[in-house]
Nanobody, 124 residues
């Protein structure tokens, strides 16, 4: 599976962005998907995930502001970011894994495939 993220950019505090991640390969509908972000010098941080059956997970910092979704027919998944804050700034990576384990969706180390990342910058 190859992933390609897009949709990042510069946005003002309180604005919105929609990130997209398109996957190549078969059986996309069986993959569990996630979004992580990384600031230079720090570890990759969990943002959101969605299981192969569509159950969403969010970090406490984005709950109520971000929405994850997927369109299996298009091999795509998304992160709708609303009411963004300066602390949302970072490189956003999309990830995928075949194994389903609800206890580890927040752990970047268990994801098998990653996109190249897209920069999100929120100005204050």
């Amino acid at each position: 599976v190859q992933l390609q993220a897009s949709g990042g950019g510069l946005v003002q505090t309180g604005g919105s962005l929609r990130l997209s991640c398109v996957a190549s390969g078969r059986s996309f509908e069986m993959y569990n998907l996630g979004w992580f972000r990384q600031v230079r010098g720090e570890e990759r941080e969990f943002v959101s995930a969605i299981t192969y059956v569509g159950v969403p997970y969010y970090s406490d910092s984005v709950k109520g502001r971000f929405t994850i979704s997927r369109k299996n027919a298009k091999n795509e998944f998304y992160l709708q970011m609303n009411n963004v804050k300066p602390e949302d700034t970072g490189v956003y990576y999309c990830g995928a894994r075949r194994q389903y384990d609800p206890h580890s969706v927040r752990n970047a180390a268990v994801y098998d495939y990653w996109g190249q990342g897209t920069q999100v910058t929120v100005s204050s």
